[in-house]
């Protein structure tokens, strides 16, 4: 195993009650989804999937954990690369809501998760550090303090369900005041004691999303339909990708 260093990025969906349970098979009954859980991890998958797929290309999927996927980058260029990184990331977060905007019909649905879709935020964690690629079978998986770090970063103190967080060895390679509004500011962690990051929280303004159209009860269940009809799940997008199962 070789160290290397390079960018960790993790990108997670903030989900709520209903869809936590509906993207988890373990709490339900000898594996067997209801119709609310079903399409929890249809929606879930489409839109982890629509985010993998634009970061494809400058950063490695890794691996997806529960509701978030963990990528990876060894740039010959660390400033260049973080120049587009920041770019891919913040049109993630126009598609992703403009998916969201696109699927709205869902919430009509009387299951146990459709009307929560709107709730559905993003978040991403962008850290610059060392790493492992380390096999495993026929898979490759990121290891070391550097990726700890960066999924630990995900449990903190901030406030709110959708934001950037960059870590300070990010932030010494990469300016961020071209994305705006900035705060810096320290997460503290009892074995790794203050972690210094800067915050950005996109402005929804800026995503400039067309208004879904009022669909009537004929069209919105066709629409219901046709979207749920071929289904998406965790299981798909790591053989699509060759990723190593959790």
């Given at each position: 195993?070789?160290?290397?260093?390079?960018?960790?990025?993790?990108?997670?969906?903030?989900?709520?009650?209903?869809?936590?349970?509906?993207?988890?098979?373990?709490?339900?009954?000898?594996?067997?989804?209801?119709?609310?859980?079903?399409?929890?991890?249809?929606?879930?998958?489409?839109?982890?999937?629509?985010?993998?797929?634009?970061?494809?290309?400058?950063?490695?999927?890794?691996?997806?954990?529960?509701?978030?996927?963990l990528?990876?980058?060894?740039?010959e260029?660390?400033?260049?690369?973080?120049?587009?990184?920041?770019?891919?990331?913040?049109?993630?977060?126009?598609?992703?809501?403009q998916?969201?905007?696109?699927?709205?019909?869902?919430?009509?649905?009387?299951?146990?998760?459709?009307?929560?879709?709107?709730?559905l935020?993003?978040?991403?964690?962008?850290?610059?550090?060392?790493?492992?690629?380390k096999?495993?079978?026929?898979?490759?998986?990121?290891?070391?303090?550097?990726v700890?770090?960066?999924?630990?970063?995900?449990?903190?103190?901030?406030?709110?369900?959708?934001?950037?967080?960059?870590?300070?060895?990010?932030?010494?390679?990469?300016?961020?005041?071209?994305?705006?509004?900035?705060e810096?500011?320290?997460?503290?962690?009892?074995?790794?004691?203050?972690v210094?990051?800067?915050?950005?929280?996109?402005?929804?303004?800026?995503?400039?999303?067309?208004?879904?159209?009022?669909?009537?009860?004929?069209?919105?269940?066709?629409?219901?339909?046709?979207?749920?009809?071929?289904?998406?799940?965790?299981?798909?997008?790591?053989?699509?990708?060759?990723?190593?199962?959790?």
């Amino acid at each position: 195993m070789n160290n290397h260093k390079g960018f960790i990025v993790l990108v997670d969906i903030s989900v709520y009650t209903n869809f936590v349970s509906g993207h988890n098979l373990k709490y339900s009954k000898n594996n067997k989804l209801t119709q609310g859980q079903a399409h929890a991890e249809h929606i879930i998958s489409d839109l982890l999937e629509l985010v993998i797929n634009e970061l494809d290309g400058i950063l490695t999927i890794n691996k997806l954990q529960g509701d978030a996927a963990l990528f990876y980058a060894i740039p010959e260029n660390p400033n260049e690369l973080s120049n587009i990184l920041i770019h891919k990331l913040q049109n993630s977060f126009k598609i992703f809501n403009q998916r969201i905007n696109d699927i709205k019909f869902c919430e009509t649905w009387p299951c146990s998760t459709c009307p929560e879709v709107g709730d559905l935020k993003l978040k991403s964690f962008v850290h610059y550090g060392d790493f492992l690629i380390k096999k495993v079978n026929q898979f490759t998986e990121i290891a070391g303090q550097d990726v700890i770090l960066a999924h630990r970063l995900m449990k903190n103190s901030i406030g709110v369900s959708e934001y950037m967080l960059f870590t300070k060895s990010f932030s010494q390679i990469k300016n961020l005041n071209a994305l705006g509004s900035i705060e810096e500011r320290k997460e503290k962690y009892n074995d790794l004691g203050l972690v210094d990051c800067s915050v950005f929280y996109p402005d929804p303004k800026l995503y400039q999303l067309e208004v879904a159209k009022k669909k009537s009860w004929f069209r919105n269940n066709f629409a219901l339909l046709k979207y749920f009809i071929k289904s998406k799940s965790k299981k798909k997008i790591e053989k699509k990708y060759n990723l190593i199962g959790t």
